[in-house]
């Protein structure tokens, strides 16, 4: 699976490759370098008030996530909390990271979790050129000129802080979870800036978990 990141790299023409597309060098530390042994300090099941509160934030984010909830996160299934590093939580089942969290913020999907099920997340998705495609599986944050590209895309009106799945034309899997740091509008006004932190990208730490799963 780690292919992809492989894949979406070629894409990327040699004409597209000197241009920055609006991507700041500056690299993530959330799961850049991530192992389970050296950010993982403990694991515990969750009581089932405090599962019941996080399936029902989740759903109130998702909304079109509610018909596959019972399936994601079982009510018969125990759900595990995997605390990290910088205040960073993992929301686990049957050992597989599905969902993450940063203090109280909200809630990421993981990239595996988007790849599976992509249609509930689509009206989280924005879409940079193809010339961004190594600086964000590179860790770089996005920034205006990434999606207002002629072949960037940003269908959805998302607030800020909110989550967003990072694709990019013309490719069907996404290359990053992000953190919407500007609104749409004004992405498209000022054109200059980080507008979106890149939390977690194809072939980062979290994707690299053997298995995809915690021990």
């Not at 530390?29 to 989740?58: D, L, N, P």
Request: aromatic share 6%; proline share 5%.
């Amino acid at each position: 699976q780690a292919s992809l990141s492989g894949a979406l790299l070629r894409a990327t023409s040699r004409r597209d490759a000197p241009r920055p597309a609006g991507l700041r060098r500056r690299r993530t530390t959330m799961f850049k370098r991530f192992t389970q042994e050296e950010c993982v300090s403990s694991q515990s099941q969750v009581k089932s008030s405090v599962g019941r509160a996080i399936r029902t934030a989740i759903c109130d984010q998702y909304p079109k996530i509610e018909d596959v909830i019972d399936e994601l996160l079982p009510k018969k299934e125990s759900l595990v909390l995997a605390k990290c590093t910088n205040h960073i939580q993992l929301l686990v089942v049957k050992n597989e990271p599905i969902f993450f969290q940063q203090r109280d913020g909200p809630w990421f999907p993981t990239l595996r979790l988007v790849h599976r099920r992509a249609s509930v997340f689509e009206d989280h998705v924005w879409r940079t050129d193809a010339g961004a495609i190594r600086f964000v599986l590179g860790g770089s944050n996005v920034m205006c000129p990434g999606f207002t590209h002629d072949d960037g895309d940003m269908p959805a009106d998302l607030p800020v802080d909110a989550p967003v799945v990072v694709g990019a034309f013309g490719k069907k899997h996404a290359m990053a979870i992000g953190q919407v740091k500007m609104t749409k509008g004004d992405i498209l006004e000022k054109n200059k800036g980080i507008c979106v932190d890149n939390l977690h990208f194809l072939n980062d730490g979290l994707w690299q978990l053997k298995n995809g799963q915690l021990d």
